[in-house]
C-alpha cells in the first residue's frame, strides 16, 4: 500500500504559515525553484507539482511567469487541495497520490518539495521516484528538495544552529523548538549520498545537488 502523510484539520490550516518558519531560508529555497522550472521548462510546457500541498510550491513561479506554462498540483489531502483551489482557481488540482495518475511521459517538469523525508526508505522513497520518473517526457528535469540526514559526527552542532536559528530568527520559544526537534528525529531522512543513488536506481540519466544549508538540500535530476 503506497504510504500517505495525511494532513488534515488545524494542521492542514497552518501548514503553510507553519512550514515558512520551519525550513530555513524557505522563501529563497521557493525562489530557487521557481527559477530552475524557468530555466529548464520549455513555453507551454506541463509541471506537475507532487505534494503541491496549498500551492506554495508554484506561487513564487506564477509571480515571475504567470502564464507561461501548464501547472498541475497534486496532493493526497482534500483539505490541502482546496485551500490551493481557492487561491489558484485557474490552475489544474488533483486529489490523488501519483500512482494513480495515467502511466503515461507528459509532463517536462517535475517537482517534490519536503516530501521523500516522510516515505520509509523501505522501497517507498524509491517507488515515488520511479513513479515521477514515469511521468516525465525525455530529457524532462525533476527538482528535488527535502530534509536529509547529516553525519553522525556533524549532527550535535547541526541541530544546535537550527535551534539557534528557529529561536533568534524566527521566534520560536524553547519548548516548541524541542518539540519541533524532536519530530524532526522521528521523520525517515537519509544522507545525502543516498539521494544519487535512489535516483539512479528510478532511472534519472543524472543529478546534482544544487543546494544545501543546515539540514536542506536540494537536488536536480533529468530523465
Not at 143 to 170: G, H, M, T, V, W
Not at 178 to 192: A, D, G, N, Q, T
Amino acid at each position: 500500500m503506497e504510504y500517505v502523510e495525511k494532513f488534515e484539520g488545524e494542521r492542514a490550516k497552518v501548514y503553510e504559515r507553519r512550514i515558512g518558519k520551519m525550513i530555513p531560508f524557505y522563501s529563497g529555497i521557493m525562489e530557487l525553484v521557481a527559477i530552475y522550472l524557468l530555466e529548464k521548462t520549455p513555453k507551454n510546457g506541463k509541471i506537475l507539482s507532487v505534494g503541491c500541498g496549498t500551492g506554495a510550491d508554484f506561487k513564487k513561479l506564477l509571480e515571475i511567469a504567470p502564464d507561461k506554462f501548464s501547472i498541475t498540483g497534486l496532493d493526497p489531502s482534500p483539505e490541502m487541495i482546496q485551500q490551493a483551489e481557492r487561491k489558484f482557481p485557474h490552475l489544474k488540482f488533483v486529489c490523488s497520490t501519483i500512482s494513480e495518475l495515467p502511466a503515461i511521459p507528459e509532463y517536462d517538469s517535475i517537482t517534490l518539495l519536503f516530501v521523500l523525508h516522510f516515505l520509509p526508505d523501505d522501497g517507498a522513497k524509491l517507488s515515488i521516484l520511479k513513479e515521477i520518473h514515469s511521468r516525465l517526457k525525455p530529457n524532462g528535469s525533476f527538482i528535488l528538495f527535502d530534509l536529509f540526514d547529516p553525519e553522525p559526527e556533524a549532527r550535535e552542532e547541526l541541530f544546535q544552529n537550527i535551534k539557534s536559528y528557529l529561536k533568534n530568527f524566527q521566534g520560536w520559544e524553547e519548548e516548541a523548538v524541542e518539540v519541533y526537534l524532536k519530530r524532526v528525529f522521528e521523520l525517515h531522512r537519509i544522507p545525502k549520498e543516498r539521494y544519487e543513488t535512489l535516483l539512479t536506481e528510478a532511472g534519472f540519466s543524472g543529478s546534482v545537488q544544487k543546494f544545501e544549508s543546515l539540514h536542506v538540500g536540494g537536488w536536480i535530476a533529468v530523465k
